[in-house]
């Protein structure tokens, strides 16, 4: 048998591939994207590279998915879906609105891009399940300052007594800060100083408040279980509308500390540029005056 003969036989022997399956099949990966998202994501994370922010994949639910989903983009380069750990929430005073804090690991200047939140309010009554995910980031020139991400949801009922998770790390303590749980100060002239967060690690968060004339308020939220068990002997107590709150003078400066929902809440005016700081009884007369839950 000649050469061109047995090459005959062998291309004859082997059947032909399907057009369908000459190209990759874009559609389908992108159907099981969205039936991914809509399903949730658990268990995750965190390497970055210059095209996409990589690794692991999942659902708001307690179980791991078995694969990783990644779409061709028509430049060629591949975005894979991921999902990040978030360190902060902050539950506005609607109960429904929720803005969460993604941290910039240190030393990377990326900028995430399409952050989602995906929201899992069905598999236990007692708790809510979050999760932040995105398609990628988008490299910036260094040296950059760091800012963390934010994130934007909505729960589809107040959220009530129940408990935020992040949903790829069901379990692991985050700080979560809800805005029922603080004087509503703005009804007196002060407005949020908008932050450039970074840095975060989950174990404390800081806002600030001005008004003309003063005082400024700093806010800080730190995790009950991180708090330390004693600060001191108070100076005072103050009504705090369905709660009490203790008075505390640390390095001179006096501190108003009440706890809600495993959050410990700490709160000190400081006077405007050239003014005199607070007495004790101004500062607790300060603090009566605001409109507490």
Request: charged residues 25%; negative net charge; contains cysteine.
């Amino acid at each position: 048998m000649s050469e061109e003969q047995l090459i005959d036989l062998i291309e004859r022997g082997i059947p032909d591939v399907p057009e369908e399956l000459l190209a990759a099949p874009k559609e389908s990966i992108r159907r099981r994207i969205r039936r991914r998202r809509q399903a949730g994501w658990s268990a995750a994370t965190a390497a970055l590279t210059v095209v996409a922010v990589a690794v692991g994949l999942g659902a708001a639910r307690p179980a791991p998915p078995e694969e990783v989903i990644v779409e061709p983009s028509p430049t060629d380069q591949f975005v894979v879906l991921s999902p990040l750990t978030w360190q902060v929430a902050r539950v506005a005073q609607n109960g429904t609105s929720v803005v969460l804090w993604v941290d910039v690991p240190e030393g990377v200047c990326l900028e995430y891009r399409d952050l989602t939140v995906l929201t899992n309010e069905e598999d236990r009554a007692d708790r809510v399940y979050l999760t932040v995910a995105t398609e990628g980031g988008t490299s910036v020139d260094a040296p950059c300052q760091a800012k963390a991400a934010e994130a934007r949801g909505l729960l589809r009922k107040p959220l009530g007594d129940r408990r935020i998770e992040d949903g790829g790390e069901p379990g692991s303590p985050r700080l979560v800060i809800r805005d029922a749980d603080l004087p509503q100060v703005t009804r007196h002239g002060w407005t949020e100083v908008p932050g450039m967060h970074s840095g975060l690690d989950g174990t404390s968060f800081t806002l600030a408040y001005t008004r003309s004339g003063g005082p400024d308020l700093l806010l800080r939220m730190v995790p009950k279980a991180l708090a330390p068990e004693r600060l001191g002997d108070p100076v005072g107590t103050v009504p705090l509308g369905s709660r009490t709150g203790q008075v505390y003078r640390s390095n001179g400066d006096l501190w108003l500390y009440w706890e809600a929902h495993d959050v410990v809440y700490g709160l000190s005016a400081r006077p405007a540029a050239g003014g005199r700081p607070l007495e004790r009884s101004a500062f607790e007369q300060l603090i009566r005056d605001m409109t507490w839950p």
